[in-house]
């Protein structure tokens, strides 16, 4: 994969890319689906987490945005060949198996330092305009995930540039990126508490970030706590009650 990536042309990486994300998502997000409406209901595990209704036109909203970001992450795959082909950056060569598990979890926490910063700044008063199409979605589903202003999916989508300049990544590890991430996210956005019994949300990004959606600030972190710990940004598990309480006694 290493010399495949190399003697690639541009138009060629873009071309990969946007199948590569498109593919992704869309199996993520029918697997998700899947497993949350239909094969975990009927197994009696777990629950959803906001019963309230969708928005109007908000999954033909979600898509339309999807893909736009699956567009920009797909053709943005140029940037960090070309890295590459600048030498600026170079792939590890036969790596370890060792090396590439040490690698995916750097990146793991890098991803997570990196999305809680720039959500953080998606929320400020200078760019919180390009958040706002995202938070349409209060109560959200799988295809909430993509569901980008296309400045917010920049910001997002250039979580390898960085760590490609300091370190001479496998090729497998970097490609874990949009695969770890893609899956915590659809997690994280699929409205469903996969362990209702236990109250805490230390483990539970799902539940952290439905809070998140229903009450705009907090909980800034991308699937674990530990930044919005570092930042005292962290909800409640009981932050969202009263807005869902509200919408019951209608």
């Not at 890295?83 to 979890?105: C, Y």
């Given at each position: 994969?290493?010399?495949?990536?190399?003697?690639?042309?541009a138009?060629?990486?873009?071309g990969?890319?946007?199948?590569?994300?498109?593919?992704?998502?869309?199996?993520?997000g029918?697997?998700?689906?899947?497993?949350t409406q239909?094969l975990?209901?009927?197994?009696h595990?777990?629950i959803?987490?906001?019963?309230r209704p969708?928005?109007n036109?908000?999954?033909q909203?979600?898509?339309?945005?999807?893909?736009s970001?699956?567009?920009i992450?797909?053709?943005?795959?140029?940037?960090?060949?070309?890295?590459?082909?600048?030498?600026?950056a170079?792939?590890a060569v036969?790596?370890?198996?060792?090396q590439?598990?040490?690698?995916?979890?750097?990146?793991i926490?890098?991803?997570?330092?990196?999305?809680?910063?720039?959500?953080?700044l998606?929320?400020?008063r200078?760019?919180?305009?390009?958040?706002?199409p995202?938070?349409?979605?209060?109560?959200?589903?799988p295809w909430?995930?993509?569901?980008?202003?296309?400045?917010e999916?920049?910001?997002?989508?250039?979580?390898?540039?960085?760590?490609?300049?300091a370190?001479?990544f496998?090729?497998?590890a970097l490609f874990?990126?949009?695969?770890?991430?893609?899956?915590?996210?659809?997690?994280?956005?699929s409205?469903?508490?996969?362990?209702?019994?236990s109250?805490?949300?230390?483990?539970?990004g799902?539940r952290r970030?439905?809070?998140h959606?229903?009450?705009?600030n907090?909980?800034?972190?991308?699937?674990f706590?530990?930044?919005?710990?570092?930042f005292?940004?962290?909800l409640?598990?009981?932050?969202?009650?009263?807005?869902?309480?509200?919408?019951r006694?209608?």
């Amino acid at each position: 994969m290493r010399e495949f990536i190399l003697q690639c042309s541009a138009l060629e990486i873009a071309g990969v890319g946007l199948a590569f994300f498109g593919g992704i998502y869309l199996l993520f997000g029918a697997f998700n689906l899947i497993l949350t409406q239909q094969l975990l209901p009927r197994l009696h595990i777990g629950i959803k987490l906001d019963p309230r209704p969708l928005g109007n036109g908000q999954l033909q909203r979600e898509l339309l945005l999807s893909a736009s970001s699956i567009a920009i992450f797909g053709v943005g795959m140029i940037f960090p060949w070309g890295l590459l082909q600048l030498g600026w950056a170079q792939l590890a060569v036969n790596p370890s198996g060792l090396q590439i598990a040490g690698e995916i979890f750097v990146l793991i926490i890098w991803n997570e330092i990196h999305f809680y910063i720039n959500h953080w700044l998606l929320h400020t008063r200078w760019l919180r305009q390009f958040h706002l199409p995202h938070h349409r979605s209060v109560v959200t589903t799988p295809w909430s995930t993509y569901a980008f202003h296309p400045v917010e999916a920049m910001m997002l989508g250039n979580v390898i540039l960085l760590p490609m300049m300091a370190h001479d990544f496998s090729v497998y590890a970097l490609f874990s990126v949009p695969l770890f991430s893609l899956l915590f996210n659809s997690i994280g956005h699929s409205n469903f508490d996969f362990n209702p019994r236990s109250p805490r949300v230390i483990f539970n990004g799902a539940r952290r970030h439905h809070l998140h959606h229903a009450c705009f600030n907090g909980n800034y972190g991308f699937m674990f706590p530990f930044m919005d710990w570092i930042f005292k940004t962290a909800l409640p598990a009981d932050a969202a009650d009263k807005q869902i309480n509200r919408w019951r006694v209608r």
